[in-house]
């Protein structure tokens, strides 16, 4: 039997009348989407949906009714229905319960329209698995959506919703679910059935506290609520096991919560009201990576933080901080620490704008060792070289260190003790180095910081092979250029060249975009390219004192990266 419907004489009387008015689609789309399923009709200025799209699956193809031959790409009588309909950023008011006539698509996209309701025939559509309706003005959600069985993604953010009807617990499939930027107030406790969600996104509301029942989401990875009047996160949230990223920014929050989650890797807390960072709380966060506090009023940080072991990323900037604990420096991890805008006492400004790795330098030198936390008589080894090589240093700090000897190499004996232990920082400076010491490079895969300053290197051959290199002060050697192989040093932000032999800029530094500070202070360097330092637009500190140059060139001022740091020549 046909699967078209002849439609009766009162249907082609009514299209016939409407016609003027309908929105036309080209026929082509029309057939191209018979074919694979698939209609894309975004940006297309639609006030309305044609009829001839909701009657894609059931009304006859202009091909049928025509005495023709087809070929075999032709033959419309296998037409594919409908599962795929894009009507993103268009001008929709609204949806016609003839949406049912499409029952089995699986993505429908109405974001960017200006919807104020949906139509209860959406509930009809039992194989959507995508319902795109953000940036609309919808005020509310109908029940019927809530029957969606297999729906695994509702982005329903940018609307005007104030509440949501407690059967949204029904959507028992849905993995991603993102609420943002609507005026909830408070959110269902049927919330907590959605046990499939993977990420959920509630920023942007007005949220004075959360379910409890968000303790069974066991799955979610992330979770955003940004941006809302949260004064405090229920306890059990430490019962959601999978969370890896957690968004609490622009809250009302006093204290860091006890969060004893076992994948937890990000953790964002800026801009609320802790005053305190307990021991108890920052103890549980073993896995983390990233560690958001920036525009608090914390007041000191507890030696504990040392704790975090797995700690990369730092962020304090903006609190009322005034004492540093040298034993930050030893987190083993900690690639990026920010603490602009704190009042710290004993550090200066210009130590901070150099970066981390200056940074913790400092602070390391400002350890005093412990004798009891050292293991007994095995601080310091005197190697058969007579050389000594501090242990403790390579297994605690990762640090490498075989400095001011005045010696022109390195002995091998210095490397075996560094052997297999993840060495992550090598100090060679204040020797008579001719040369990058070759096994060095037995290190490539770990090191991140290399200080080879106040020695005779007249080239940086292997230097390019450091590819988790961070930085890197060759200062006050005999260099005059750079390997161009170093441009795959795609981690560097600092590199430090004052006191040697450039003519110029050297050409390489141009190309690696992660570079921070660079300074090539008290060189001869007579030409910088300003159009080609633009392309380094993290690029916030630059020293070009005592060079050749006569003037800097104005298009420097474009360069918006770079701080007030930027130092003109004095010749």
């Not at 439609?7 to 026929?27: C, H, I, L, Q, W």
């Not at 082509?28 to 297309?44: E, I, W, Y």
């Not at 091998?412 to 990058?436: C, P, R, Y």
């Not at 005779?456 to 988790?468: A, E, M, P």
Request: hydrophobic share 35%; proline share 5%.
């Amino acid at each position: 039997m046909s699967r078209f419907k002849k439609m009766d004489k009162g249907d082609s009387v009514s299209n016939f009348r409407t016609a003027p008015t309908e929105p036309t689609v080209p026929y082509g789309l029309l057939k191209a989407a018979r074919t694979s399923g698939q209609l894309n009709l975004s940006g297309r200025g639609l006030e309305e949906v044609p009829q001839s799209v909701y009657r894609l699956n059931i009304d006859t193809p202009q091909e049928a009714q025509q005495n023709v031959s087809f070929r075999a790409t032709d033959r419309w009588w296998e037409q594919t229905d409908l599962t795929k309909l894009l009507l993103s950023s268009n001008q929709l008011t609204q949806l016609s319960d003839d949406i049912r006539l499409l029952p089995v698509l699986n993505t429908l996209d109405l974001h960017d329209n200006q919807l104020k309701s949906l139509p209860s025939a959406l509930g009809e559509l039992q194989e959507l698995q995508q319902l795109r309706l953000s940036h609309n003005q919808l005020t509310s959600v109908p029940v019927e959506l809530c029957t969606l069985k297999n729906l695994r993604s509702l982005t329903l953010q940018q609307n005007i919703l104030e509440s949501l009807p407690e059967e949204l617990g029904q959507l028992e499939n849905l993995t991603e679910l993102d609420l943002s930027n609507n005026h909830l107030k408070d959110l269902p406790s049927s919330l907590g059935n959605l046990t499939c969600l993977q990420k959920l996104i509630l920023c942007h509301n007005k949220l004075t506290c959360l379910p409890d029942s968000l303790a069974n989401l066991t799955n979610v990875k992330l979770l955003d609520c940004s941006k809302n009047q949260l004064t405090d996160i229920p306890a059990n949230i430490s019962e959601m096991l999978a969370l890896e990223q957690l968004y609490l920014r622009h809250n009302k929050l006093r204290l860091l919560p006890y969060l004893p989650l076992p994948a937890l890797k990000e953790l964002y807390f800026g801009n609320n009201q802790i005053e305190q960072l307990d021991t108890e709380q920052l103890a549980c966060l073993k896995t983390i990576s990233l560690l958001e506090l920036r525009d608090n009023k914390i007041k000191t940080l507890p030696e504990q933080i040392t704790l975090l072991t797995t700690l990369t990323r730092l962020d304090l900037t903006n609190n009322e901080i005034s004492i540093l604990p040298a034993t930050l420096s030893l987190l083993p991890s900690l690639k990026v620490l920010l603490l602009q805008g704190n009042p710290l006492r004993g550090i200066r400004s210009d130590l901070l704008s150099k970066g981390t790795n200056e940074l913790l330098k400092y602070l390391r030198g400002r350890i005093k060792e412990d004798p009891e936390r050292v293991d007994e008589g095995h601080t310091v080894m005197t190697l058969p070289s007579q050389a000594t090589v501090n242990v403790h240093n390579i297994k605690t700090l990762k640090l490498l260190e075989y400095s001011e000897k005045q010696a022109d190499t390195i002995p091998d004996e210095v490397f075996d003790a560094a052997a297999d232990q993840g060495v992550t920082t090598v100090n060679f400076s204040k020797n008579q180095l001719t040369s990058i010491p070759s096994r060095l490079v037995e290190f490539c895969s770990s090191l991140s910081d290399i200080n080879l300053g106040f020695n005779r290197l007249t080239n940086c051959s292997h230097i390019f092979k450091f590819l988790q290199l961070v930085h890197i002060d060759l200062r006050n050697n005999q260099l005059s250029d750079l390997p161009s192989e170093m441009m795959n040093l795609t981690k560097l932000a600092c590199i430090i060249l004052s006191n040697n032999r450039f003519k110029s800029f050297p050409e390489v530094l141009y190309q690696i975009c992660s570079l921070e500070t660079v300074l090539l202070a008290n060189n001869q360097v007579g030409r910088v390219d300003p159009t080609h330092l633009m392309k380094l637009d993290r690029l916030s500190t630059l020293d070009l004192s005592n060079n050749d140059l006569l003037s800097i060139p104005p298009e420097l001022g474009l360069c918006t990266s770079l701080s007030s740091t930027v130092k003109k020549s004095t010749h």
